[in-house]
């Protein structure tokens, strides 16, 4: 399984980005799917979750309920990210996952098996 992660860029506070998370090499739909990010210096942290195939459960950290939306298109095999309301905290680069053995959206790193390269985004005050 392959994670092409992408959307990221620079945006002012206040403002709004989507990610994209492109998967290739075994059915989408199977996949649980997560957003993770990592700022320089501090852990990977969890971000949002949704189980797979028809996405009817998602899992969102607390620092991003109600600013931020994951959503899947298992017909173009890519996993979404909205983020609205972007604050300087969010800055970090952003990584999807894949999950293959648990259909449940989860926080935890240990439950995904696959990992893309992360894309940048960075939030100005």
């Known amino acids: 399984v392959q994670l092409q992660a992408s959307g990221g860029g620079l945006v002012q506070g206040g403002g709004s980005l989507r990610l994209s998370c492109v998967a290739s090499g075994r059915t989408f739909s199977n996949y649980v799917m997560g957003w993770f990010r990592q700022a320089p210096g501090k852990e990977r942290e969890f971000v949002a979750a949704i189980s797979w195939w028809r996405g009817s459960r998602t899992f969102y950290a607390d620092s991003v309920k109600g600013r931020f939306t994951i959503s899947r298109d298992n017909a173009k095999n890519t996993v979404y990210l909205q983020m609205n309301s972007l604050k300087p905290e969010d800055t970090a680069v952003y990584l999807c996952?894949?999950?293959?053995?648990?259909?449940?959206?989860?926080?935890?790193?240990?439950?995904?098996?696959?990992w893309g390269q992360g894309t940048q985004v960075t939030v100005s005050s």
């Open positions: 996952a894949a999950g293959v053995r648990d259909n449940r959206p989860s926080p935890y790193d240990y439950a995904y098996d696959y």
